[in-house]
């Protein structure tokens, strides 16, 4: 019997696959995972982090929304319980909530300033004048 290296095609063939449909695959069973953890333990924080994100890479803002409400709850002093807070309101467009999630975040330690200036979750609320001014606050002078 001849082996081959793993990174070896078969025989030359090549599998075609749909990066999207395997993502939307990935977030589905993120979900139940997380979902059936959170049914034997309603406080599970590391199955609350992952529905979260997972809800939110399916595209299934409200759902997240509550999911990082209730993490926050759970969670009072912790910074990216908030930051993930700000970025599910921002994704529905809630400005005024976002911003308000945003320094609480920042005010309990949150310091990820360039991941802020990047996160495609916090484009809406990058638009308001008030995000620029909250991070001048926080950020001061080293700000870009």
Known sequence: MTSRRSNEPARGRYISVDTDQADRIFSSFE?????ALLNKDDGNI???TLL???L???????EALEIDLRTTTLLRSEPT???NLA???SMLDRIDESIAALTK???LGYREFNHMLKDADLKNARRDPRFRDL??????????
């Open 31 to 35: 979900i139940k995972v997380a979902k």
């Open 46 to 48: 590391e199955a609350l």
């Open 52 to 54: 979260g994100a997972a």
């Open 56 to 62: 939110t890479k399916a595209g299934r803002h409200e």
């Open 81 to 83: 319980a908030f930051y």
């Open 87 to 89: 970025c599910s309101y």
């Open 105 to 107: 975040a920042l005010d």
């Open 135 to 144: 991070l001048r606050r926080k950020w001061g002078k080293r700000q870009p």
